[in-house]
């Protein structure tokens, strides 16, 4: 292929029309201080406060703290090769990231750099990353159920679009599956899906962005990660920036879900931050505005009002707690903020209970709204049985003479405890998830076998979709409960058919079964 | 915290200041503090050892006696509270805020003006004047230096703002134009 030396000469001309030479005054400080990603500069007397700063090897700075004799800024990107006595520039902006449909499937760094090797993205649109969240009259309250597709999950702590719900655990007690999970189980929901990796470690997002990508979930996710070899900075933007990436898709009437994995890691980012800048410590060392630094990142998330399109952004933002404890600074914090939390429970996890959601400290506040009305028929009453098996379950384990009430408590228990359980990476659609847990409070499991609740679970959504699709159809549909005669008929024609495992000849069969449900 | 050298350079600056105005002896002190700029330029380690304190007073005070004694009575009791308040090695930052003070008060500007090839006379005339205008002074001091790097036209640096004409500015702008950057 030849290129014609027109052609580029034309090209270069009509970019050049574009050139206009004008003299341009900039106003220049000298630094004064580098290190650690801060900067101090000399001069730049009528910087503004988060004004975006260019240093003269093209990195670029936001004046953080400005003082009497200097200004404090934070470096995005190299500064190993800034030295003292470097010219720093105002550039009169502020700090924005590129947003729009072109991110969808990509990922990037907290300044909407493509990362994944895939090209340039041609974005149009940028958003400032510091923006002010919605007012009173731009609200309207929660009411669309947001499905995460699991059970616990949906119901026992719903949640709704434009809800922000915290997940607190220890470091391996589930929560990062909990997002990805949800993330999965968006597919055909009308719903964007922003994932915001904050110090996590890069082998593995590298494994969570295959997962999405093996499930199909990266055609409607945009994935934002600030590993840990990057400097605080970064790490400290990347929330904000993956807000603005979802506001742009929230103020164009969509709906969004964004999830911040995990706030303690940029709590601590900005704790480095501030410490660098000499602002004073509080308690447990971070800055005094350490409360505002997460409650205006997730008052961002909001439902809006029909006026402005009726677009949502749901937050699901992750706090590690260290053995247990909830009531270190920034748990109660977030807790204070947020609209409910699930709460994942180390000893849970380990019994093999997963996801390990305490079901008596896990609260939401606002999601009850959104349920389907099925769904609020069949688990309205589950949260207390549970909690009051937990209850009895530490006394019963003293004596055998209980009576039948107790008994049939304890049973009902042990079964609600085995339907709640789910595998990693298999999310149940709502309609499946009433028909299991209808037959739960109907009464139907009482006699199948713990064990087999597994088995008898998959069989009978196998069963259901072969044979009774228009019942799933009409909670699907209408979010109503279909006639209870029918559903206790089609339920009864199963169990007719249903053996529990050591009564039936074929024994290696379900033996392989229920090892396939107890790895689960 | 302890203070950082700017707000001492200015703290004592503005005593000199207000002091000298009051007496009618601005310009002369001013003169003296070109002087003591100069010879701490000249001598790097003057200040540093004014402070040391591994050397005893009978050490220091000739030295700072034999400073302080071409100056007038004004400068030489300014001389001697910054050496007994230990201040001696940010007496540059003391100068740099003084002159600071005085251009503003008598409307100086100073420029430093980069170009490719050496200003005559009437070049230089004519630019102080643009830039007089330009920042609404009386009265412009032009440091000029010669770089060759920058191809052509002018680079004026004067009070925290740069005025960037250079060729080799254009030709990097219009690089990143062509670049899409």
């Given at each position: ?220 996710t945009i994935v934002l990660t600030a590993g840990p070899s990057e400097p605080a900075p970064m790490l400290y933007i990347a929330p904000y920036a993956g807000s603005a ?176 359980k789910q595998p990693l990476h298999r999310p149940l659609p709502v309609e499946k998830q009433v028909l299991i847990l209808y037959a739960l409070t109907h009464g139907f ?76 | ?104 008060q008598n409307k100086i500007i100073r420029a430093e003006v980069t170009t490719a090839v050496a200003l005559n006379a009437a070049q230089q005339e004519k630019l102080s ?53």
């Amino acid at each position: 292929m030849s290129i014609k030396a027109e052609e580029i000469s034309a090209l270069i001309k009509q970019q050049l029309e574009h050139y206009d030479d004008q003299l341009v005054v900039d106003e220049v400080g000298t630094v004064t201080y580098v290190g650690d990603g801060i900067a101090r500069a000399h001069g730049l007397d009528n910087v503004m406060s988060n004004e975006l700063l260019e240093f003269s090897n093209g990195s670029y700075g936001v004046a953080q703290n400005l003082e009497s004799n200097d200004v404090g800024i934070i470096i995005f990107g190299r500064f190993d090769d800034i030295r003292e006595g470097d010219q720093v520039k105002r550039t009169g902006r502020i700090l924005e990231v590129p947003v729009g449909e072109e991110l969808i499937g990509r990922v990037v760094n907290p300044l909407g750099q493509p990362i994944d090797g895939l090209g340039e993205i041609k974005t149009t649109k940028t958003r400032p990353i510091e923006f002010k969240a919605p007012g009173v009259m731009q609200r309207q309250s929660v009411f669309e159920p947001l499905q995460t597709g699991l059970k616990a999950v949906d119901a026992l702590v719903p949640i709704g679009r434009g809800q922000r719900e915290l997940v607190i655990g220890d470091r391996k007690t589930g929560k990062t599956s909990i997002a990805i999970d949800t993330i999965i189980n968006q597919k055909g929901q009308n719903m964007i899906c922003v994932y915001v990796a904050i110090g996590q470690k890069e082998s593995t997002v590298k494994n969570q962005i295959e997962t999405l990508r093996k499930y199909g979930a990266m055609d409607y996710t945009i994935v934002l990660t600030a590993g840990p070899s990057e400097p605080a900075p970064m790490l400290y933007i990347a929330p904000y920036a993956g807000s603005a990436m979802g506001e742009e898709f929230m103020y164009n009437g969509k709906h969004v879900l964004i999830v911040f994995d995990d706030l303690s890691k940029q709590a601590a980012a900005y704790r480095e931050i501030s410490l660098l800048l000499r602002r004073p410590p509080g308690r447990e060392a971070y800055p005094g505005d350490v409360f505002y630094l997460h409650s205006r990142l997730l008052e961002r998330s909001a439902k809006l009002s029909d006026k402005l399109g009726g677009g949502s952004m749901t937050a699901l933002p992750f706090i590690e707690t260290q053995a247990g404890d909830i009531s270190a600074y920034i748990p109660t914090n977030v807790i204070s903020i947020t609209d409910g939390q699930i709460f994942l429970e180390s000893d849970l996890f380990y019994s093999g209970t997963r996801p390990a959601i305490d079901a008596g400290a896990s609260v939401s506040r606002v999601g009850g709204a959104a349920q389907i009305k099925a769904m609020k028929k069949v688990a309205g009453t589950l949260r207390v049985d549970l909690a009051s098996y937990r209850e009895l379950e530490s006394f019963a384990q003293f004596g055998s003479d209980l009576d039948a009430a107790t008994q049939a408590k304890l049973n009902r228990g042990r079964r609600t405890v085995e339907v709640l359980k789910q595998p990693l990476h298999r999310p149940l659609p709502v309609e499946k998830q009433v028909l299991i847990l209808y037959a739960l409070t109907h009464g139907f499991l009482d006699a199948v076998p713990v064990d087999d609740i597994g088995r008898f679970q998959s069989e009978l959504f196998a069963f259901f979709d072969s044979n009774h699709k228009d019942l799933l159809d009409t909670i699907h549909n209408t979010g109503n409960l279909p006639d209870e005669k029918d559903m206790d008929a089609a339920i009864n024609s199963f169990m007719s058919g249903f053996s529990a495992t050591g009564q039936d000849h074929a024994e290696a069969d379900d033996q392989a079964d229920d090892a396939k449900s107890g790895t689960n | 915290m302890a203070l950082d050298k700017f707000t001492i350079g200015r703290r004592y600056a503005n005593a000199l200041f207000e002091l000298a105005e009051s007496k009618q002896a601005l310009d002369d002190t001013y003169q003296e503090l070109l002087g003591i700029r100069q010879i701490f330029t000249e001598n790097k380690d003057l200040g540093n050892v004014l402070t040391d304190m591994r050397l005893s007073l009978a050490e220091k005070k000739p030295i700072i006696d034999s400073l302080k004694q071409q100056f007038s009575p004004l400068m030489q009791t300014f001389l001697q509270m910054v050496f007994d308040y230990k201040r001696m090695n940010d007496i540059l930052f003391m100068v740099d805020y003084f002159e600071a003070m005085y251009d503003k008060q008598n409307k100086i500007i100073r420029a430093e003006v980069t170009t490719a090839v050496a200003l005559n006379a009437a070049q230089q005339e004519k630019l102080s004047a643009q830039i007089a205008q330009r920042f609404g002074a009386s009265h412009v001091q032009i440091t000029s230096t010669v770089d060759p790097d920058i191809i052509g036209g002018v680079i004026v640096h004067a009070s925290d703002k740069v005025i960037d004409g250079s060729i080799k500015t254009r030709l990097t702008r219009i690089k990143a134009l062509l670049l899409n950057r």
